[in-house]
Protein backbone atom coordinates (compact mmCIF):
# COMPACT_ATOMS: atom_id res chain seq x y z
CA UNK A 1 0.00 0.00 0.00
CA UNK A 2 1.83 3.23 -0.90
CA UNK A 3 0.56 6.38 -2.65
CA UNK A 4 1.52 7.33 -6.06
CA UNK A 5 0.66 10.64 -7.57
CA UNK A 6 2.57 10.38 -10.35
CA UNK A 7 -0.01 10.53 -12.85
CA UNK A 8 -0.70 14.41 -11.70
CA UNK A 9 1.63 14.63 -13.89
CA UNK A 10 -0.12 14.09 -16.95
CA UNK A 11 -3.81 14.87 -15.53
CA UNK A 12 -3.53 17.76 -13.51
CA UNK A 13 -5.03 20.08 -16.02
CA UNK A 14 -8.50 18.10 -15.86
CA UNK A 15 -8.81 18.98 -11.96
CA UNK A 16 -7.87 22.76 -13.25
CA UNK A 17 -10.75 22.85 -15.74
CA UNK A 18 -12.91 20.80 -13.16
CA UNK A 19 -12.36 23.21 -11.05
CA UNK A 20 -13.47 26.20 -13.34
CA UNK A 21 -16.21 24.06 -14.52
CA UNK A 22 -17.26 23.75 -10.80
CA UNK A 23 -16.91 27.74 -9.96
CA UNK A 24 -18.85 28.53 -13.11
CA UNK A 25 -21.76 26.34 -12.36
CA UNK A 26 -22.11 27.80 -9.14
CA UNK A 27 -22.05 30.93 -10.12
CA UNK A 28 -25.07 30.90 -12.08
CA UNK A 29 -26.48 28.14 -10.03
CA UNK A 30 -26.74 30.89 -7.08
CA UNK A 31 -27.81 33.59 -9.29
CA UNK A 32 -30.58 31.51 -11.07
CA UNK A 33 -31.72 30.60 -7.46
CA UNK A 34 -31.63 34.28 -6.12
CA UNK A 35 -33.35 35.67 -8.97
CA UNK A 36 -36.22 32.94 -8.74
CA UNK A 37 -35.68 33.35 -4.75
CA UNK A 38 -36.49 36.81 -4.88
CA UNK A 39 -39.66 36.06 -7.00
CA UNK A 40 -40.96 33.10 -4.81
CA UNK A 41 -40.33 34.97 -1.85
CA UNK A 42 -42.41 37.74 -2.97
CA UNK A 43 -45.00 35.64 -4.28
CA UNK A 44 -45.79 33.70 -0.69
CA UNK A 45 -45.74 37.32 0.86
CA UNK A 46 -48.02 38.88 -1.46
CA UNK A 47 -51.88 38.79 -0.59
CA UNK A 48 -52.80 37.36 -3.95
CA UNK A 49 -53.59 34.01 -2.72
CA UNK A 50 -52.83 31.72 -5.34
CA UNK A 51 -49.37 32.81 -6.30
CA UNK A 52 -48.53 32.34 -2.39
CA UNK A 53 -49.98 29.01 -2.84
CA UNK A 54 -48.05 28.05 -5.75
CA UNK A 55 -44.60 29.14 -4.36
CA UNK A 56 -45.46 27.38 -1.39
CA UNK A 57 -46.18 24.30 -3.45
CA UNK A 58 -43.00 24.41 -5.69
CA UNK A 59 -40.73 25.41 -2.69
CA UNK A 60 -42.08 22.03 -0.64
CA UNK A 61 -42.47 19.84 -4.17
CA UNK A 62 -38.58 20.91 -4.89
CA UNK A 63 -37.36 20.74 -1.71
CA UNK A 64 -39.29 17.19 -0.80
CA UNK A 65 -38.08 15.51 -3.83
CA UNK A 66 -34.53 14.18 -5.16
CA UNK A 67 -31.87 16.70 -6.96
CA UNK A 68 -31.27 13.86 -8.85
CA UNK A 69 -33.83 13.09 -10.27
CA UNK A 70 -34.84 17.17 -10.57
CA UNK A 71 -31.71 17.04 -12.94
CA UNK A 72 -32.91 13.58 -14.96
CA UNK A 73 -36.12 15.42 -15.27
CA UNK A 74 -35.01 18.34 -17.43
CA UNK A 75 -32.05 16.71 -19.37
CA UNK A 76 -33.96 13.61 -19.89
CA UNK A 77 -38.06 14.28 -19.52
CA UNK A 78 -38.53 17.39 -21.12
CA UNK A 79 -36.91 17.28 -24.17
CA UNK A 80 -38.80 13.97 -24.67
CA UNK A 81 -41.96 16.11 -24.35
CA UNK A 82 -40.60 18.89 -26.68
CA UNK A 83 -38.83 20.98 -24.37
CA UNK A 84 -35.46 21.07 -26.04
CA UNK A 85 -32.86 23.99 -24.88
CA UNK A 86 -31.10 24.96 -28.25
CA UNK A 87 -27.94 24.68 -29.04
CA UNK A 88 -25.37 27.62 -29.33
CA UNK A 89 -22.38 26.08 -31.66
CA UNK A 90 -19.19 27.64 -31.64
CA UNK A 91 -19.21 27.82 -27.83
CA UNK A 92 -16.21 25.25 -27.62
CA UNK A 93 -18.72 23.17 -25.00
CA UNK A 94 -22.30 21.57 -24.85
CA UNK A 95 -24.35 24.31 -24.08
CA UNK A 96 -27.84 22.51 -24.02
CA UNK A 97 -26.31 19.70 -21.38
CA UNK A 98 -24.73 22.26 -19.58
CA UNK A 99 -27.77 24.59 -19.60
CA UNK A 100 -29.55 21.62 -18.37
CA UNK A 101 -27.33 21.15 -15.38
CA UNK A 102 -27.48 25.16 -14.10
CA UNK A 103 -30.71 24.99 -14.47
CA UNK A 104 -31.62 22.52 -12.72
CA UNK A 105 -29.39 22.88 -9.68
CA UNK A 106 -31.05 27.13 -10.52
CA UNK A 107 -34.61 26.42 -9.84
CA UNK A 108 -33.51 23.53 -7.15
CA UNK A 109 -31.27 26.28 -5.27
CA UNK A 110 -34.03 29.04 -5.49
CA UNK A 111 -36.71 26.99 -3.41
CA UNK A 112 -33.86 27.15 -0.57
CA UNK A 113 -33.16 30.90 -1.11
CA UNK A 114 -36.96 31.69 -1.38
CA UNK A 115 -37.02 30.76 2.41
CA UNK A 116 -33.76 32.71 3.24
CA UNK A 117 -35.37 35.73 1.00
CA UNK A 118 -38.36 35.34 2.87
CA UNK A 119 -36.99 35.23 6.68
CA UNK A 120 -34.81 38.39 5.67
CA UNK A 121 -37.55 40.36 4.93
CA UNK A 122 -39.75 39.43 7.42
CA UNK A 123 -36.65 40.37 9.37
CA UNK A 124 -37.21 43.94 8.45
CA UNK A 125 -38.67 46.24 10.69
CA UNK A 126 -42.62 46.66 9.94
CA UNK A 127 -42.07 50.11 10.95
CA UNK A 128 -39.31 50.68 7.53
CA UNK A 129 -42.52 49.70 5.43
CA UNK A 130 -45.29 51.87 7.22
CA UNK A 131 -42.88 54.98 6.98
CA UNK A 132 -42.37 54.73 3.09
CA UNK A 133 -46.24 54.20 2.55
CA UNK A 134 -47.17 57.22 4.72
CA UNK A 135 -45.37 59.28 2.17
CA UNK A 136 -47.28 57.82 -0.42
CA UNK A 137 -44.94 55.09 -2.15
CA UNK A 138 -46.27 52.15 -3.43
CA UNK A 139 -45.65 48.43 -2.47
CA UNK A 140 -43.06 47.70 -4.58
CA UNK A 141 -41.58 51.14 -4.05
CA UNK A 142 -41.24 50.18 -0.94
CA UNK A 143 -40.11 46.95 -1.51
CA UNK A 144 -37.48 47.63 -3.91
CA UNK A 145 -36.16 50.90 -1.97
CA UNK A 146 -36.52 49.98 1.45
CA UNK A 147 -37.06 46.59 2.23
CA UNK A 148 -35.16 44.42 -0.01
CA UNK A 149 -32.02 46.53 0.36
CA UNK A 150 -32.14 45.99 4.30
CA UNK A 151 -33.40 41.96 4.03
CA UNK A 152 -30.44 41.36 1.73
CA UNK A 153 -27.96 42.15 3.98
CA UNK A 154 -29.62 40.37 6.74
CA UNK A 155 -29.50 37.23 4.59
CA UNK A 156 -25.67 37.85 2.78
CA UNK A 157 -24.12 35.11 5.22
CA UNK A 158 -26.72 32.71 4.53
CA UNK A 159 -26.48 33.60 0.98
CA UNK A 160 -22.95 32.84 1.21
CA UNK A 161 -23.48 29.35 2.92
CA UNK A 162 -26.22 28.40 -0.10
CA UNK A 163 -23.13 28.80 -2.34
CA UNK A 164 -20.45 27.02 -0.61
CA UNK A 165 -23.36 24.53 -0.12
CA UNK A 166 -23.69 24.73 -4.35
CA UNK A 167 -20.28 24.59 -4.91
CA UNK A 168 -20.29 20.90 -3.16
CA UNK A 169 -23.68 19.84 -4.48
CA UNK A 170 -22.94 20.62 -7.78
CA UNK A 171 -21.03 17.41 -8.41
CA UNK A 172 -24.18 15.62 -8.63
CA UNK A 173 -24.07 16.94 -12.32
CA UNK A 174 -21.55 14.55 -13.55
CA UNK A 175 -24.12 12.05 -13.87
CA UNK A 176 -25.84 13.93 -16.72
CA UNK A 177 -21.89 14.20 -18.08
CA UNK A 178 -21.18 17.79 -17.53
CA UNK A 179 -17.49 17.88 -17.49
CA UNK A 180 -16.75 19.25 -13.95
CA UNK A 181 -14.64 18.47 -11.38
CA UNK A 182 -16.09 15.10 -9.66
CA UNK A 183 -16.97 14.13 -13.53
CA UNK A 184 -13.33 14.88 -14.39
CA UNK A 185 -12.10 13.07 -11.07
CA UNK A 186 -13.39 10.08 -12.51
CA UNK A 187 -11.79 10.24 -15.49
CA UNK A 188 -8.63 10.18 -13.76
CA UNK A 189 -9.03 7.09 -11.84
CA UNK A 190 -10.54 5.14 -14.41
CA UNK A 191 -7.45 5.56 -16.57
CA UNK A 192 -5.25 5.60 -13.74
CA UNK A 193 -6.38 3.49 -11.26
CA UNK A 194 -5.59 5.33 -8.50
CA UNK A 195 -8.85 5.95 -7.05
CA UNK A 196 -7.31 7.04 -3.32
CA UNK A 197 -4.99 9.70 -5.00
CA UNK A 198 -7.49 11.23 -7.48
CA UNK A 199 -9.90 11.65 -5.19
CA UNK A 200 -7.99 12.93 -2.45
CA UNK A 201 -6.55 15.54 -4.52
CA UNK A 202 -10.63 15.75 -5.83
CA UNK A 203 -11.47 16.67 -2.42
CA UNK A 204 -8.55 19.15 -1.65
CA UNK A 205 -9.52 21.38 -4.95
CA UNK A 206 -13.09 21.16 -3.54
CA UNK A 207 -11.88 22.27 0.17
CA UNK A 208 -9.97 24.98 -1.27
CA UNK A 209 -12.49 26.32 -3.15
CA UNK A 210 -15.24 26.23 -0.47
CA UNK A 211 -13.10 27.43 2.63
CA UNK A 212 -11.80 30.34 0.26
CA UNK A 213 -15.45 31.35 -0.24
CA UNK A 214 -16.39 31.01 3.30
CA UNK A 215 -13.39 33.24 4.65
CA UNK A 216 -13.79 35.67 2.05
CA UNK A 217 -17.41 35.76 2.82
CA UNK A 218 -16.47 36.28 6.48
CA UNK A 219 -14.68 39.37 5.80
CA UNK A 220 -16.99 40.85 3.62
CA UNK A 221 -20.05 40.20 6.68
CA UNK A 222 -17.17 41.87 9.23
CA UNK A 223 -16.96 44.76 6.76
CA UNK A 224 -20.70 45.75 6.31
CA UNK A 225 -21.47 45.66 10.13
CA UNK A 226 -18.46 48.30 10.49
CA UNK A 227 -20.04 50.30 7.96
CA UNK A 228 -23.68 50.02 9.43
CA UNK B 1 -57.61 79.73 17.05
CA UNK B 2 -57.38 79.25 13.18
CA UNK B 3 -58.47 81.78 10.98
CA UNK B 4 -59.47 79.85 8.32
CA UNK B 5 -62.65 77.21 8.68
CA UNK B 6 -62.67 75.42 6.17
CA UNK B 7 -62.43 71.24 6.59
CA UNK B 8 -59.47 69.59 6.11
CA UNK B 9 -60.20 65.61 7.30
CA UNK B 10 -64.01 65.04 8.42
CA UNK B 11 -64.06 61.50 10.76
CA UNK B 12 -67.74 59.96 10.12
CA UNK B 13 -68.43 57.13 13.10
CA UNK B 14 -65.30 55.08 12.70
CA UNK B 15 -65.38 51.53 13.86
CA UNK B 16 -62.30 49.49 14.27
CA UNK B 17 -62.27 45.81 15.31
CA UNK B 18 -59.28 43.64 15.44
CA UNK B 19 -60.95 39.88 15.13
CA UNK B 20 -63.40 40.46 18.74
CA UNK B 21 -61.48 43.35 20.30
CA UNK B 22 -63.22 46.49 19.39
CA UNK B 23 -60.72 49.24 19.18
CA UNK B 24 -63.15 51.93 17.90
CA UNK B 25 -66.68 51.92 18.50
CA UNK B 26 -67.95 55.08 16.34
CA UNK B 27 -65.51 57.98 16.29
CA UNK B 28 -66.81 61.57 14.41
CA UNK B 29 -65.10 64.84 14.06
CA UNK B 30 -63.87 67.59 11.87
CA UNK B 31 -60.60 68.68 11.89
CA UNK B 32 -60.17 71.81 9.90
CA UNK B 33 -57.20 73.86 8.23
CA UNK B 34 -54.18 75.65 10.79
CA UNK B 35 -56.34 73.15 13.85
CA UNK B 36 -53.22 71.74 16.53
CA UNK B 37 -55.35 68.95 17.84
CA UNK B 38 -53.75 66.95 20.45
CA UNK B 39 -55.39 63.74 21.68
CA UNK B 40 -54.92 62.40 24.75
CA UNK B 41 -56.31 59.61 26.92
CA UNK B 42 -55.34 56.17 28.55
CA UNK B 43 -52.97 53.33 26.79
CA UNK B 44 -56.02 51.20 25.10
CA UNK B 45 -58.15 54.09 24.59
CA UNK B 46 -57.99 53.87 20.85
CA UNK B 47 -55.40 57.03 20.25
CA UNK B 48 -53.25 55.25 17.77
CA UNK B 49 -55.49 53.43 15.83
CA UNK B 50 -57.87 56.50 15.12
CA UNK B 51 -54.37 58.13 13.81
CA UNK B 52 -53.34 55.12 11.67
CA UNK B 53 -56.85 55.03 10.08
CA UNK B 54 -56.55 58.88 9.00
CA UNK B 55 -53.91 57.66 6.39
CA UNK B 56 -55.32 54.21 6.29
CA UNK B 57 -52.48 52.11 8.03
CA UNK B 58 -55.31 50.74 9.68
CA UNK B 59 -58.02 49.88 7.30
CA UNK B 60 -61.00 50.83 9.58
CA UNK B 61 -64.12 48.14 9.13
CA UNK B 62 -66.96 50.83 9.37
CA UNK B 63 -67.62 54.74 8.84
CA UNK B 64 -65.68 56.88 6.75
CA UNK B 65 -63.06 59.33 6.45
CA UNK B 66 -62.96 62.43 4.52
CA UNK B 67 -60.00 63.78 3.46
CA UNK B 68 -60.42 67.57 1.64
CA UNK B 69 -63.82 66.04 0.51
CA UNK B 70 -62.44 62.14 -0.57
CA UNK B 71 -63.09 58.92 0.78
CA UNK B 72 -59.75 57.52 2.29
CA UNK B 73 -61.42 54.45 3.60
CA UNK B 74 -62.53 53.98 -0.15
CA UNK B 75 -59.46 55.57 -1.99
CA UNK B 76 -58.67 52.09 -3.85
CA UNK B 77 -55.33 53.33 -6.17
CA UNK B 78 -55.93 56.89 -5.30
CA UNK B 79 -54.55 56.25 -1.43
CA UNK B 80 -51.08 56.62 -2.52
CA UNK B 81 -51.78 60.35 -3.40
CA UNK B 82 -53.87 61.01 -0.49
CA UNK B 83 -50.92 59.59 1.70
CA UNK B 84 -48.82 62.28 -0.35
CA UNK B 85 -50.37 65.49 1.51
CA UNK B 86 -50.02 63.69 5.01
CA UNK B 87 -47.52 63.88 6.76
CA UNK B 88 -46.71 60.96 9.62
CA UNK B 89 -44.36 60.96 12.36
CA UNK B 90 -43.82 57.70 14.13
CA UNK B 91 -42.78 57.09 17.72
CA UNK B 92 -40.12 54.43 16.52
CA UNK B 93 -38.84 57.21 13.98
CA UNK B 94 -38.91 54.58 11.40
CA UNK B 95 -35.72 56.30 9.20
CA UNK B 96 -34.97 54.07 6.43
CA UNK B 97 -31.83 52.60 7.98
CA UNK B 98 -30.05 51.95 4.78
CA UNK B 99 -30.17 55.58 3.50
CA UNK B 100 -28.20 58.53 4.96
CA UNK B 101 -30.18 61.50 6.03
CA UNK B 102 -30.24 63.22 3.17
CA UNK B 103 -31.63 60.44 0.63
CA UNK B 104 -34.11 59.54 3.76
CA UNK B 105 -35.09 62.82 3.00
CA UNK B 106 -35.09 62.74 -0.92
CA UNK B 107 -36.39 59.51 -1.94
CA UNK B 108 -40.15 60.31 -1.61
CA UNK B 109 -39.86 63.62 -3.37
CA UNK B 110 -37.80 62.21 -6.28
CA UNK B 111 -39.57 58.64 -6.79
CA UNK B 112 -43.00 59.72 -6.50
CA UNK B 113 -43.21 63.54 -6.90
CA UNK B 114 -40.85 63.09 -9.42
CA UNK B 115 -38.49 66.10 -8.73
CA UNK B 116 -35.20 66.86 -9.94
CA UNK B 117 -32.59 65.14 -7.88
CA UNK B 118 -30.66 68.23 -7.15
CA UNK B 119 -34.08 70.12 -6.71
CA UNK B 120 -34.81 67.81 -3.76
CA UNK B 121 -31.75 67.90 -2.09
CA UNK B 122 -31.22 72.01 -2.23
CA UNK B 123 -34.73 71.77 -0.11
CA UNK B 124 -33.46 69.12 2.42
CA UNK B 125 -30.54 70.67 2.96
CA UNK B 126 -32.83 74.07 3.70
CA UNK B 127 -35.37 72.05 5.72
CA UNK B 128 -32.47 70.14 7.58
CA UNK B 129 -30.67 73.54 8.15
CA UNK B 130 -34.23 74.73 9.85
CA UNK B 131 -33.87 71.68 12.95
CA UNK B 132 -30.30 72.36 13.19
CA UNK B 133 -29.40 69.47 11.74
CA UNK B 134 -27.61 70.48 8.14
CA UNK B 135 -24.06 68.98 9.51
CA UNK B 136 -26.29 65.65 9.72
CA UNK B 137 -27.04 65.29 5.83
CA UNK B 138 -24.41 62.55 5.39
CA UNK B 139 -25.07 60.78 8.16
CA UNK B 140 -26.83 57.29 8.59
CA UNK B 141 -29.65 56.96 10.67
CA UNK B 142 -27.89 54.77 13.18
CA UNK B 143 -25.05 56.87 13.86
CA UNK B 144 -28.06 60.02 15.36
CA UNK B 145 -29.51 60.38 18.89
CA UNK B 146 -33.07 59.48 19.27
CA UNK B 147 -34.21 63.51 19.19
CA UNK B 148 -31.99 64.06 16.02
CA UNK B 149 -33.48 61.19 14.34
CA UNK B 150 -37.11 62.45 15.18
CA UNK B 151 -36.68 65.68 14.12
CA UNK B 152 -35.31 64.15 10.48
CA UNK B 153 -38.29 62.02 10.51
CA UNK B 154 -40.52 65.36 10.73
CA UNK B 155 -38.30 66.47 8.01
CA UNK B 156 -38.66 63.25 6.15
CA UNK B 157 -42.20 64.23 6.46
CA UNK B 158 -42.39 68.03 5.32
CA UNK B 159 -40.14 67.48 2.68
CA UNK B 160 -43.49 66.23 0.79
CA UNK B 161 -45.31 69.58 1.59
CA UNK B 162 -48.09 68.15 3.26
CA UNK B 163 -51.35 69.61 3.96
CA UNK B 164 -51.50 67.70 7.77
CA UNK B 165 -48.81 66.17 9.77
CA UNK B 166 -50.06 63.28 12.24
CA UNK B 167 -48.02 62.63 15.11
CA UNK B 168 -47.79 58.92 16.84
CA UNK B 169 -46.11 59.77 20.44
CA UNK B 170 -43.48 61.28 18.67
CA UNK B 171 -41.62 61.65 22.34
CA UNK B 172 -42.07 58.80 23.73
CA UNK B 173 -39.31 56.66 22.89
CA UNK B 174 -37.07 59.85 23.58
CA UNK B 175 -34.77 60.10 26.71
CA UNK B 176 -36.23 62.44 28.56
CA UNK B 177 -33.63 65.33 27.78
CA UNK B 178 -34.40 65.08 23.80
CA UNK B 179 -37.66 65.30 24.83
CA UNK B 180 -37.51 69.00 24.33
CA UNK B 181 -35.79 69.67 20.90
CA UNK B 182 -38.36 67.94 19.27
CA UNK B 183 -41.49 69.53 21.04
CA UNK B 184 -39.49 72.46 19.95
CA UNK B 185 -39.51 71.60 16.23
CA UNK B 186 -43.05 70.48 16.39
CA UNK B 187 -44.27 73.96 18.08
CA UNK B 188 -42.43 76.12 14.91
CA UNK B 189 -44.35 74.03 13.07
CA UNK B 190 -47.73 74.74 14.81
CA UNK B 191 -46.75 78.48 14.61
CA UNK B 192 -46.46 78.52 11.14
CA UNK B 193 -49.63 77.44 10.77
CA UNK B 194 -49.18 72.85 10.08
CA UNK B 195 -52.46 71.45 10.58
CA UNK B 196 -51.25 68.86 13.31
CA UNK B 197 -52.96 65.67 14.73
CA UNK B 198 -51.00 64.88 17.56
CA UNK B 199 -51.14 61.27 19.98
CA UNK B 200 -49.30 62.21 22.82
CA UNK B 201 -48.48 62.35 26.49
CA UNK B 202 -46.91 65.55 27.03
CA UNK B 203 -49.83 67.61 29.07
CA UNK B 204 -47.55 70.46 29.23
CA UNK B 205 -47.45 70.94 25.23
CA UNK B 206 -51.01 69.74 25.01
CA UNK B 207 -51.79 73.06 27.02
CA UNK B 208 -49.36 75.02 25.12
CA UNK B 209 -49.80 74.74 21.32
CA UNK B 210 -52.94 72.52 20.87
CA UNK B 211 -56.20 74.38 19.54
CA UNK B 212 -58.42 72.02 20.60
CA UNK B 213 -57.68 68.76 22.61
CA UNK B 214 -59.84 65.25 21.87
CA UNK B 215 -59.84 62.94 25.07
CA UNK B 216 -60.16 59.54 23.88
CA UNK B 217 -61.88 56.65 26.17
CA UNK B 218 -62.78 53.32 25.11
CA UNK B 219 -62.68 53.73 21.79
CA UNK B 220 -64.40 56.75 21.36
CA UNK B 221 -64.32 60.94 21.95
CA UNK B 222 -65.29 61.39 25.41
CA UNK B 223 -64.69 64.81 25.37
CA UNK B 224 -63.50 67.48 22.58
CA UNK B 225 -62.79 71.05 23.54
CA UNK B 226 -59.96 74.09 24.12
CA UNK B 227 -57.06 73.32 26.63
CA UNK B 228 -58.78 75.27 29.18
CA UNK B 229 -62.14 73.52 28.98
CA UNK B 230 -59.82 69.57 29.00
CA UNK B 231 -57.35 70.84 31.94
CA UNK B 232 -59.51 73.02 33.83
CA UNK B 233 -62.99 72.11 33.66
CA UNK B 234 -62.86 68.43 32.70
CA UNK B 235 -67.02 67.58 32.30
CA UNK B 236 -66.37 63.81 32.98
CA UNK B 237 -65.70 61.92 36.18
CA UNK B 238 -63.23 60.07 33.47
CA UNK B 239 -61.53 62.79 32.75
CA UNK B 240 -61.13 63.99 35.56
CA UNK B 241 -59.64 60.52 36.84
CA UNK B 242 -56.96 60.98 33.79
CA UNK B 243 -55.79 63.97 34.45
CA UNK B 244 -55.48 63.27 37.85
CA UNK B 245 -53.14 60.87 37.05
CA UNK B 246 -51.07 62.50 34.47
CA UNK B 247 -50.72 65.71 35.96
CA UNK B 248 -50.08 65.24 39.80
Known sequence: MELNFSFMTKYWPLFVRGAGTTLVLSVFTVLIGLIVGVVLALMRLGKFKPLSFLSAAYTEFIRGTPLMVQIFFIFYALPQMGFKIPNITGLGFDFPRFASGILAMGLNSAAYVGEIVRAGIQAVDKGQTEAARSLGMTAWQTMRRVVLPQAFKNILPALGNEFVTVIKESSIVMVIGITELMFNTSQVYSSSYRYFESLIVCALVYFVMTFTTSRLLAVMERRMKRDA | MPEQNDVILKVQGLQMRFGKLEVLKGVDTVIRRGEVIVVIGASGAGKSTFLRCL??????????????????????????????????????????????????????????????????????MQLLARVGLQDKAQAFPAQLSGGQRQRIAIVRALAMHPDVMLFDEPTSALDPEMVGEVLDVMQQLAADGMTMVVVSHEMGFARKVANRILFMENGVILEDGSPEDIFDHPASDRLKEFLGKVLH
Open chain 2, 55 to 124: NRLETPTGGDILFEGESVVHAGRNLNHLRQRMGMVFQQFNLFNNLSVLDNITLAPIIVKKMEKAAAQQEA
